[in-house]
Protein backbone atom coordinates (compact mmCIF):
# COMPACT_ATOMS: atom_id res chain seq x y z
CA UNK A 1 0.00 0.00 0.00
CA UNK A 2 0.84 3.53 -0.23
CA UNK A 3 2.51 5.35 -3.04
CA UNK A 4 6.29 4.76 -4.22
CA UNK A 5 8.22 8.65 -2.62
CA UNK A 6 9.27 8.78 -6.54
CA UNK A 7 5.99 9.64 -7.61
CA UNK A 8 5.32 12.12 -4.55
CA UNK A 9 5.84 15.09 -6.62
CA UNK A 10 3.08 14.76 -9.27
CA UNK A 11 0.92 14.10 -5.97
CA UNK A 12 1.84 16.91 -4.07
CA UNK A 13 1.74 19.31 -7.72
CA UNK A 14 -1.48 18.00 -8.08
CA UNK A 15 -2.76 19.12 -4.93
CA UNK A 16 -1.50 22.56 -4.45
CA UNK A 17 -1.40 23.77 -8.26
CA UNK A 18 -4.68 25.53 -7.36
CA UNK A 19 -6.79 22.86 -10.13
CA UNK A 20 -8.56 21.39 -7.34
CA UNK A 21 -8.95 24.68 -4.93
CA UNK A 22 -11.58 21.66 -2.54
CA UNK A 23 -8.40 19.40 -1.84
CA UNK A 24 -6.17 20.47 0.95
CA UNK A 25 -2.45 19.17 1.59
CA UNK A 26 -2.60 18.98 4.85
CA UNK A 27 0.80 16.24 5.17
CA UNK A 28 2.53 13.08 4.36
CA UNK A 29 1.70 10.02 6.44
CA UNK A 30 4.52 6.81 6.44
CA UNK A 31 5.16 3.75 7.63
CA UNK A 32 8.11 2.39 6.91
CA UNK A 33 9.10 -0.09 9.34
CA UNK A 34 8.36 -2.81 11.77
CA UNK A 35 9.82 -4.31 14.52
CA UNK A 36 12.86 -1.73 15.20
CA UNK A 37 14.22 -0.31 18.64
CA UNK A 38 13.62 3.17 19.85
CA UNK A 39 17.06 4.67 18.01
CA UNK A 40 15.86 2.56 14.84
CA UNK A 41 13.00 4.13 14.76
CA UNK A 42 13.57 7.85 15.60
CA UNK A 43 16.48 7.03 12.30
CA UNK A 44 13.41 5.97 10.54
CA UNK A 45 11.01 8.99 12.22
CA UNK A 46 13.98 12.02 10.84
CA UNK A 47 14.31 10.32 7.50
CA UNK A 48 10.28 10.81 7.04
CA UNK A 49 10.11 14.35 8.14
CA UNK A 50 13.30 15.27 6.37
CA UNK A 51 12.06 14.06 3.38
CA UNK A 52 8.26 15.67 3.75
CA UNK A 53 10.15 18.76 4.67
CA UNK A 54 12.20 18.94 1.18
CA UNK A 55 8.99 18.97 -0.90
CA UNK A 56 9.01 22.14 -0.28
CA UNK A 57 5.31 22.75 0.22
CA UNK A 58 3.90 23.81 3.84
CA UNK A 59 2.56 21.20 5.98
CA UNK A 60 0.30 20.84 9.21
CA UNK A 61 1.23 17.40 10.23
CA UNK A 62 3.62 14.28 9.20
CA UNK A 63 2.45 10.69 10.86
CA UNK A 64 5.84 8.68 10.95
CA UNK A 65 3.82 5.52 11.38
CA UNK A 66 4.44 2.27 13.81
CA UNK A 67 6.72 -0.04 13.61
CA UNK A 68 7.74 0.03 17.75
CA UNK A 69 9.06 -3.32 18.54
CA UNK A 70 7.94 -6.25 20.48
CA UNK A 71 10.87 -8.75 21.58
CA UNK A 72 8.89 -12.42 21.74
CA UNK A 73 12.16 -14.27 22.84
CA UNK A 74 12.55 -11.60 26.03
CA UNK A 75 8.87 -11.19 26.87
CA UNK A 76 9.37 -8.91 29.77
CA UNK A 77 11.31 -6.19 27.86
CA UNK A 78 10.10 -2.89 26.57
CA UNK A 79 10.45 -0.64 23.57
CA UNK A 80 11.83 2.59 24.90
CA UNK A 81 9.20 5.05 24.72
CA UNK A 82 10.95 7.29 26.94
CA UNK A 83 14.02 7.44 24.49
CA UNK A 84 11.80 7.56 21.27
CA UNK A 85 9.60 10.29 22.93
CA UNK A 86 12.77 12.69 23.66
CA UNK A 87 14.06 11.79 20.62
CA UNK A 88 11.05 13.24 18.58
CA UNK A 89 10.78 16.30 21.29
CA UNK A 90 14.23 16.99 19.85
CA UNK A 91 12.53 16.38 15.99
CA UNK A 92 9.52 18.40 16.53
CA UNK A 93 11.49 21.31 18.03
CA UNK A 94 13.72 21.23 14.76
CA UNK A 95 10.32 22.02 12.97
CA UNK A 96 8.43 23.99 15.28
CA UNK A 97 5.56 24.29 12.69
CA UNK A 98 5.06 20.79 12.14
CA UNK A 99 2.36 18.33 13.96
CA UNK A 100 4.39 14.71 14.47
CA UNK A 101 2.05 11.99 14.97
CA UNK A 102 2.54 8.41 15.70
CA UNK A 103 0.24 5.16 15.25
CA UNK A 104 1.99 2.23 17.05
CA UNK A 105 -0.12 -1.09 16.96
CA UNK A 106 1.84 -4.32 18.12
CA UNK A 107 3.87 -2.59 21.04
CA UNK A 108 0.65 -1.23 22.67
CA UNK A 109 -1.79 -4.35 22.36
CA UNK A 110 0.22 -7.53 22.08
CA UNK A 111 0.76 -7.76 25.86
CA UNK A 112 -2.75 -7.51 26.50
CA UNK A 113 -4.03 -10.66 24.92
CA UNK A 114 -3.07 -14.38 25.59
CA UNK A 115 -4.39 -17.56 23.46
CA UNK A 116 -4.72 -20.07 25.93
CA UNK A 117 -5.77 -24.02 25.31
CA UNK A 118 -5.32 -27.24 26.45
CA UNK A 119 -2.67 -29.98 25.48
CA UNK A 120 -4.38 -33.23 23.68
CA UNK A 121 -2.13 -35.37 23.29
CA UNK A 122 2.27 -35.95 23.99
CA UNK A 123 3.88 -37.90 21.05
CA UNK A 124 7.64 -39.34 19.56
CA UNK A 125 8.57 -38.49 16.55
CA UNK A 126 11.93 -38.81 15.17
CA UNK A 127 13.24 -38.75 18.69
CA UNK A 128 11.55 -35.27 19.48
CA UNK A 129 8.69 -35.00 22.10
CA UNK A 130 5.85 -33.05 20.61
CA UNK A 131 2.50 -31.70 22.27
CA UNK A 132 -0.57 -31.04 19.77
CA UNK A 133 -2.75 -28.34 21.24
CA UNK A 134 -6.15 -27.89 20.59
CA UNK A 135 -5.94 -24.97 18.24
CA UNK A 136 -3.02 -23.85 16.80
CA UNK A 137 -1.59 -21.14 13.74
CA UNK A 138 -5.00 -21.01 12.44
CA UNK A 139 -5.97 -19.45 15.87
CA UNK A 140 -2.84 -17.62 16.24
CA UNK A 141 -0.64 -17.56 13.25
CA UNK A 142 1.75 -14.81 14.79
CA UNK A 143 4.79 -17.51 15.68
CA UNK A 144 4.48 -18.71 12.17
CA UNK A 145 4.30 -15.98 10.11
CA UNK A 146 7.39 -14.28 12.19
CA UNK A 147 9.21 -17.35 12.70
CA UNK A 148 9.77 -17.03 16.80
CA UNK A 149 8.49 -19.24 19.39
CA UNK A 150 5.60 -17.70 20.82
CA UNK A 151 6.35 -17.78 24.94
CA UNK A 152 4.14 -19.52 26.75
CA UNK A 153 3.44 -20.99 30.61
CA UNK A 154 1.82 -24.54 30.95
CA UNK A 155 -0.85 -24.64 33.38
CA UNK A 156 -0.56 -28.19 35.31
CA UNK A 157 -4.19 -29.44 35.55
CA UNK A 158 -4.25 -32.87 38.41
CA UNK A 159 -7.66 -34.27 36.81
CA UNK A 160 -7.75 -36.84 34.09
CA UNK A 161 -11.04 -37.79 33.40
CA UNK A 162 -10.25 -40.55 30.88
CA UNK A 163 -10.15 -44.54 31.30
CA UNK A 164 -6.37 -44.93 29.28
CA UNK A 165 -3.67 -43.63 30.56
CA UNK A 166 -2.43 -39.97 30.34
CA UNK A 167 0.32 -39.54 27.20
CA UNK A 168 2.88 -37.37 29.44
CA UNK A 169 6.11 -35.95 28.26
CA UNK A 170 9.37 -37.99 29.16
CA UNK A 171 12.14 -35.23 28.51
CA UNK A 172 12.48 -32.02 29.47
CA UNK A 173 11.69 -30.01 25.99
CA UNK A 174 8.41 -30.14 24.27
CA UNK A 175 8.05 -28.55 20.58
CA UNK A 176 3.85 -27.19 21.06
CA UNK A 177 2.32 -27.66 17.92
CA UNK A 178 -1.43 -27.70 16.79
CA UNK A 179 -4.00 -29.74 15.07
CA UNK A 180 -3.36 -28.66 11.29
CA UNK A 181 -2.23 -31.31 8.50
CA UNK A 182 0.80 -29.32 8.04
CA UNK A 183 4.47 -29.27 9.71
CA UNK A 184 3.98 -25.17 9.88
CA UNK A 185 1.59 -25.53 12.52
CA UNK A 186 4.04 -25.11 15.32
CA UNK A 187 3.57 -22.41 18.54
CA UNK A 188 6.88 -22.47 20.24
CA UNK A 189 9.89 -25.14 19.92
CA UNK A 190 12.04 -26.68 22.68
CA UNK A 191 9.70 -25.45 25.72
CA UNK A 192 11.14 -26.54 28.68
CA UNK A 193 8.29 -28.67 29.93
CA UNK A 194 9.25 -31.22 31.69
CA UNK A 195 6.32 -33.96 32.59
CA UNK A 196 4.04 -32.05 30.19
CA UNK A 197 0.71 -34.17 29.95
CA UNK A 198 -2.07 -34.49 27.73
CA UNK A 199 -5.23 -32.01 29.48
CA UNK A 200 -2.67 -29.67 31.09
CA UNK A 201 -3.14 -26.34 29.84
CA UNK A 202 -1.14 -23.67 27.84
CA UNK A 203 -1.24 -19.80 27.60
CA UNK A 204 0.66 -18.37 24.92
CA UNK A 205 1.06 -14.62 25.91
CA UNK A 206 1.87 -11.71 23.66
CA UNK A 207 -1.45 -12.55 21.35
CA UNK A 208 -2.84 -9.56 21.46
CA UNK A 209 -1.24 -8.11 17.97
CA UNK A 210 -1.13 -9.91 14.81
CA UNK A 211 -2.61 -12.49 16.29
CA UNK A 212 -6.48 -14.06 15.81
CA UNK A 213 -6.82 -11.17 13.03
CA UNK A 214 -4.04 -12.04 10.36
CA UNK A 215 -4.73 -15.95 10.93
CA UNK A 216 -6.32 -18.51 8.59
CA UNK A 217 -9.47 -19.32 10.68
CA UNK A 218 -11.18 -21.43 8.60
CA UNK A 219 -8.25 -24.16 7.09
CA UNK A 220 -9.61 -27.32 8.60
CA UNK A 221 -12.71 -25.89 9.77
CA UNK A 222 -11.66 -26.24 13.07
CA UNK A 223 -13.76 -24.62 15.77
CA UNK A 224 -13.17 -20.85 16.57
CA UNK A 225 -11.87 -19.81 19.88
CA UNK A 226 -13.83 -18.24 22.46
CA UNK A 227 -12.87 -14.11 23.31
CA UNK A 228 -13.10 -13.22 26.80
CA UNK A 229 -12.43 -9.40 27.53
CA UNK A 230 -11.75 -8.47 31.15
CA UNK A 231 -11.26 -5.15 32.69
CA UNK A 232 -8.66 -4.00 35.31
CA UNK A 233 -11.49 -5.02 37.92
CA UNK A 234 -11.90 -8.76 36.67
CA UNK A 235 -15.26 -7.77 35.63
CA UNK A 236 -15.01 -8.01 32.24
CA UNK A 237 -17.28 -9.21 29.11
CA UNK A 238 -17.31 -12.44 27.67
CA UNK A 239 -18.38 -12.54 23.46
CA UNK A 240 -20.02 -16.34 23.41
CA UNK A 241 -19.71 -18.82 20.18
CA UNK A 242 -23.17 -16.82 19.53
CA UNK A 243 -21.37 -13.53 19.46
CA UNK A 244 -23.46 -12.35 22.31
CA UNK A 245 -21.36 -9.84 24.68
CA UNK A 246 -22.83 -11.02 28.25
CA UNK A 247 -21.26 -9.74 31.31
CA UNK A 248 -18.60 -11.77 33.39
CA UNK A 249 -19.73 -12.95 36.70
CA UNK A 250 -18.56 -11.16 39.49
CA UNK A 251 -15.43 -12.50 41.40
CA UNK A 252 -16.78 -14.75 43.63
CA UNK A 253 -19.57 -15.77 41.53
CA UNK A 254 -17.63 -18.50 39.85
C1 LIG B 1 -0.31 2.36 8.19
C2 LIG B 1 0.08 1.62 9.41
N1 LIG B 1 0.31 2.30 10.54
C3 LIG B 1 0.68 1.68 11.69
C4 LIG B 1 0.80 0.30 11.74
C5 LIG B 1 1.19 -0.35 13.05
O1 LIG B 1 2.44 -0.94 12.97
P1 LIG B 1 3.07 -1.70 14.26
O2 LIG B 1 2.07 -2.70 14.70
O3 LIG B 1 4.33 -2.31 13.73
O4 LIG B 1 3.32 -0.65 15.32
C6 LIG B 1 0.56 -0.45 10.58
C7 LIG B 1 0.71 -1.91 10.59
O5 LIG B 1 0.65 -2.59 9.58
C8 LIG B 1 0.19 0.22 9.38
O6 LIG B 1 -0.06 -0.47 8.26
Redesign the pocket.
Known sequence: ??LDPTRAAPAVRALTDGIHPHLELRGV???L???LDAPELLAVARSIVTWAAELGVGLFEV?V????SVDYARPESRFDWAAYGEGLARLSDTYPDLTLRV???????AYCGWYATEVLDVKHSHGEEFAVVRGGTHHLRTPATKGHDQPCSVLPVDAWPHPWPRPSAAGDRVTLTGQLCTPKDVLSRHVPAPGLRAGDRVAFSLAG??AWNISHHDFLMHPRPGFHFLNHHENGHTIGDDGEVRAARPRGDR
Open positions: FGHAHASGNGGGMEPGRALTAY
